[in-house]
């Protein structure tokens, strides 16, 4: 079984610039989250979907961040522009139902410059 | 805010069992104890998850405490593999309208497996 993919692995920015990251979870997985994790610390959830609409947004920062899940299966997350603080490992995770457990991808690195 | 308290590291010698503990003092009755772990430049890989019972799967056993306000996460064979942030999470089993029982991940344990 394919676990879920991410790209690109790594990305270095300046400050103001914007990015995006792409995430396509496990076939048949109806949940999926995006997660930020900075560098010492436990990752923290961003963003919840279930099939193509948003769960949980509470912690996403609205203002430069966004994320869409189009047709209910793979999923871009946007920042725009960027912070220096922005600097995280960005993780996606899929699971089959909002119950069950989560399988992440790698994550991509990202700097902020 | 994570709900668990984990210690910051542990060492462990290579094909000993390592026991990781968790304190959930504040554990509701509609949660689970899950387990992560996270081993360096990699996105966290469940474990093992259980309600009130141990539990014990191919690759750890979880106990419990009977007042279920701490766990103990067993690896029972520790290899060098094994190196990595344990990550003890309590998540909402199932809800009546409220959370909608996400992981939120605390610093974790950082368990470090020696030759």
């Known amino acids: 079984e394919a676990g879920v993919a991410q790209s690109p692995r790594y990305k270095i920015i300046e400050k103001r610039q914007s990015v995006a990251f792409w995430c396509n979870p496990i076939?048949?997985?109806?949940?999926l989250y995006w997660y930020q994790q900075i560098l010492g610390q436990g990752p923290k959830l961003l963003i919840q979907?279930?099939?193509?609409?948003?769960?949980?947004d509470s912690q996403l920062p609205k203002d430069r961040f966004s994320a869409e899940r189009l047709k209910g299966v793979d999923s871009t997350l946007k920042i725009q522009p960027a912070k220096l603080e922005d600097s995280a490992v960005y993780l996606c995770?899929?699971?089959?139902?909002?119950?069950?457990?989560?399988?992440f991808g790698s994550g991509t690195q990202l700097s902020v410059l | 805010d994570a709900k668990t308290t984990q210690p910051t590291s542990m060492d462990c010698a290579e094909g000993r069992a390592a026991n990781l503990p968790c304190n959930h003092s504040?554990?509701?009755?509609?949660?689970?104890v899950y387990w992560y772990r996270q081993i360096h430049s990699q996105g966290p890989q469940y474990i093992i998850h259980?309600?009130?019972n141990n539990e014990t799967n191919e690759m750890a056993s979880l106990i419990i405490t009977e007042d279920r306000k701490s766990s103990t996460l067993i690896l029972p064979h520790a290899t060098l593999r094994d190196t990595a942030v344990y990550y003890c999470?309590?998540?909402?089993?199932?809800?009546?309208?409220?959370?909608?029982?996400?992981?939120?991940f605390g610093k974790g344990t950082k368990l470090s497996v020696k030759p």
């Open positions: 995770a899929s699971s089959r139902g909002q119950r069950e457990k989560l399988f």
């Open positions: 076939s048949g997985h109806a949940t």
């Open positions: 979907f279930q099939n193509n609409g948003v769960v949980d």
């Open positions: 504040t554990i509701s009755g509609n949660e689970y």
């Open positions: 259980g309600l009130k």
């Open positions: 999470i309590v998540r909402v089993a199932w809800n009546y309208g409220g959370s909608q029982g996400n992981l939120i």
